[in-house]
Nanobody
Framework: QVQLVESGGGLVQAGGSLRLSCAAS????????MGWFRQAPGKEREFVAA????????RYADSVKGRFTISRDNAKNTVSQQMDSLNPEDAAVYYC????????????????WGQGTQVTVSS
């Protein structure tokens, strides 16, 4: 399995930006497609963004399209997510995860998960 550690969460005002990072170790990072999910209190974990293992193809949830950007650096074993124009509805714990299926949106097809990083957006 791949071990994942997220960082970069915090408190930001509405309209602000954050950049999340996910560092991978263990098995070969470049063999895996990657995704970001989020979970707010009392809600199910939801898909945010995904990137395939090469060529940089991406997929976004409609709620974040145009505001979030997922990227990866296989040389550094990291996947990142730039989040702009944040609003209170974006507040959640954000998780990165690995998958063998490209650009998947359902959490059940993701196999390794990080511990999550909290994003809080004040209005």
């Amino acid at each position: 399995q791949v071990q994942l550690v997220e960082s970069g969460g915090g408190l930001v005002q509405a309209g602000g930006s954050l950049r999340l990072s996910c560092a991978a170790s263990g098995r070969t990072f470049s063999n895996y497609h990657m995704g970001w999910f989020r979970q707010a209190p009392g809600k199910e974990r939801e898909f945010v963004a995904a990137i395939n293992l090469n060529y940089g193809f991406t997929r976004y949830a409609d709620s974040v399209k145009g505001r979030f950007t997922i990227s990866r650096d296989n040389a550094k074993n990291t996947v990142s997510q730039q989040m702009d124009s944040l609003n209170p509805e974006d507040a959640a714990v954000y998780y990165c995860a690995t998958s063998t299926i490209p650009l998947a949106t359902h959490p059940t097809v993701y196999t390794s998960w990080g511990q999550g990083t909290q994003v809080t957006v004040s209005s």
